[in-house]
């Protein structure tokens, strides 16, 4: 037995890490644009990274580290991606850690994390002037989460202090960022979860796949794959408690709690829909539909609409290439059956009481095709005016 009991202040609960965001000048009116994350002594770290081909250069660079490698420290920053920019992209970024390591000496085998316009080169000289404003002994989760922030319009972070049935405890905490280019191909965003528990590595190798495919792999703002898309699990092991059912459970509540935050923060998006098949030949052919829903732009815009036009969504099914029937296939909002093999149309009251589904905040479109026993749950949201405004000028 064990409790997972929500904690505040995110990251400065795990012990043996530190971490700070300051303002460089890449964001206005003093925001926060640079950050790190540290530890005393090196620590194990796992990372999942971008489907994408074109990697940017902090991915290659930590791609070159030899596998296994320990690290005590993460540089991040917001607004320039540096992706597509070759190797002096990653020169760069060996140069930043040489001025870094003039005021940190310890560096070991350190990490850079980036985030904002792909195509441009850091400003080095200009990065490298926030170094002096860290403490590198301070505790400020807050200023943290709001450095790698972008076009999100909240900060997103977490803490579990997983209490065991002895009364021993260790902490998992979580920052992330994204709220556009969210695509489910690996985890369309920046995450980083530290932890205290007294983890093995293969655990963390083992565990945060599946967690990641569960929650970030299963969610969709505008069906773009980011060049950075970056998922880091670091543990100090300082506490020197650990249980892996605990653990396990604590970092599926994490990584589905944030993955939500992150749809809901779709650039303009007013509600969070989760697409729930079923039914499906295989749980592979269950995501595939699931998914292609959740990407859909005429399923989007529906939903932002609110409009239950169920033909969009039994279309998007049909064009997924799994199998499928129009004659089993069932479709609900929330528990209001709105197309089935002997209700094809809607009636003015069932229209309009899945209408009054699609104007809450949260509802599920559950798709059951019965054909077997797959399923998968991917999660997304509407897509409106606002979204177009954001990317229209997102340069500038």
Same mark, same amino acid.
């Given at each position: 037995m064990f409790t997972l009991l929500p904690v505040q202040n995110g990251l400065d609960n795990v012990e043996g890490f530190f971490c700070q965001g300051v303002h460089a000048g890449f964001k206005p009116n003093q925001k926060e644009d640079v950050a790190f994350i540290r530890t005393d002594e090196p620590c194990d770290v796992s990372g999942i990274f971008t489907s994408n081909v074109f &990697? !940017? /250069?902090?991915? #290659?660079?930590?791609?070159?580290y030899p596998k296994g490698f320990q690290t005590n420290f993460i540089l991040m920053n917001a607004k320039n991606a540096n992706a597509m920019t070759g190797e002096k992209g990653i020169e760069d970024i060996d140069t930043l850690f040489a001025k870094l390591q003039t005021l940190f000496p310890k560096l070991h085998h350190p990490i850079m994390s980036s985030t904002g316009v792909i195509g441009y080169r850091h400003n080095v000289d200009k990065m /490298?002037? !926030?170094? $002096?404003?860290? *403490?590198?002994? /301070? #505790? @400020?989760?807050?200023? +943290?989460?709001?450095?790698?922030?972008? +076009?999100?319009?909240?900060?997103?972070e977490l803490c579990l202090k997983v209490i065991l049935e002895d009364g021993s405890f260790f902490h998992i905490a979580a920052i992330c960022k994204g709220a556009g280019m969210i695509n489910p191909a690996m985890a369309t965003m920046l995450c980083f979860i530290l932890t205290d528990a007294a983890i093995p590595k293969a655990d963390m190798d083992a565990l945060l796949l599946p967690a990641v495919q569960a929650s970030f792999n299963a969610v969709s703002v505008d069906g773009d794959t980011s060049t950075n898309d970056t998922v880091l699990l670091l543990s100090s092991r300082k506490s020197g408690v650990y249980e892996k059912e605990a653990f396990n459970e604590a970092l599926k509540r994490i990584t589905q709690e944030l993955s939500l935050m992150l749809v809901r923060d779709g650039e303009g998006s007013t509600k969070v829909v989760a697409f729930e098949v079923s039914g499906a030949q295989n749980d592979e052919e269950a995501e595939r539909a699931a998914k292609a829903l959740s990407n859909s732009l005429l399923v989007k815009t529906a939903l932002f609409g609110e409009d239950p036009n169920w033909g969009r969504i039994a279309s998007t099914i049909g064009a997924s290439g799994i199998t499928c029937s129009e004659e089993s296939l069932v479709i609900h909002? @929330? *528990?209001?059956?709105?197309?089935?093999? @002997? &209700?094809?149309?809607? *009636? $003015? &009251?069932? $229209? #309009? #009481? /899945? !209408?009054e589904v699609m104007k809450k905040a949260s509802f599920r479109i559950r798709c059951e095709l019965g054909i077997a026993d797959g399923s998968f749950t991917a999660y997304g949201c509407d897509l409106g005016h606002r979204y177009v405004e954001i990317n229209a000028d997102y340069r500038t």
């Amino acid at each position: 037995m064990f409790t997972l009991l929500p904690v505040q202040n995110g990251l400065d609960n795990v012990e043996g890490f530190f971490c700070q965001g300051v303002h460089a000048g890449f964001k206005p009116n003093q925001k926060e644009d640079v950050a790190f994350i540290r530890t005393d002594e090196p620590c194990d770290v796992s990372g999942i990274f971008t489907s994408n081909v074109f &990697q !940017a /250069a902090p991915i #290659k660079h930590f791609l070159r580290y030899p596998k296994g490698f320990q690290t005590n420290f993460i540089l991040m920053n917001a607004k320039n991606a540096n992706a597509m920019t070759g190797e002096k992209g990653i020169e760069d970024i060996d140069t930043l850690f040489a001025k870094l390591q003039t005021l940190f000496p310890k560096l070991h085998h350190p990490i850079m994390s980036s985030t904002g316009v792909i195509g441009y080169r850091h400003n080095v000289d200009k990065m /490298a002037l !926030a170094f $002096e404003k860290f *403490d590198f002994n /301070a #505790k @400020d989760s807050h200023s +943290t989460a709001s450095a790698i922030m972008t +076009t999100d319009s909240f900060k997103k972070e977490l803490c579990l202090k997983v209490i065991l049935e002895d009364g021993s405890f260790f902490h998992i905490a979580a920052i992330c960022k994204g709220a556009g280019m969210i695509n489910p191909a690996m985890a369309t965003m920046l995450c980083f979860i530290l932890t205290d528990a007294a983890i093995p590595k293969a655990d963390m190798d083992a565990l945060l796949l599946p967690a990641v495919q569960a929650s970030f792999n299963a969610v969709s703002v505008d069906g773009d794959t980011s060049t950075n898309d970056t998922v880091l699990l670091l543990s100090s092991r300082k506490s020197g408690v650990y249980e892996k059912e605990a653990f396990n459970e604590a970092l599926k509540r994490i990584t589905q709690e944030l993955s939500l935050m992150l749809v809901r923060d779709g650039e303009g998006s007013t509600k969070v829909v989760a697409f729930e098949v079923s039914g499906a030949q295989n749980d592979e052919e269950a995501e595939r539909a699931a998914k292609a829903l959740s990407n859909s732009l005429l399923v989007k815009t529906a939903l932002f609409g609110e409009d239950p036009n169920w033909g969009r969504i039994a279309s998007t099914i049909g064009a997924s290439g799994i199998t499928c029937s129009e004659e089993s296939l069932v479709i609900h909002y @929330d *528990d209001i059956l709105i197309y089935s093999k @002997d &209700q094809r149309s809607l *009636d $003015e &009251q069932t $229209e #309009k #009481k /899945a !209408a009054e589904v699609m104007k809450k905040a949260s509802f599920r479109i559950r798709c059951e095709l019965g054909i077997a026993d797959g399923s998968f749950t991917a999660y997304g949201c509407d897509l409106g005016h606002r979204y177009v405004e954001i990317n229209a000028d997102y340069r500038t």
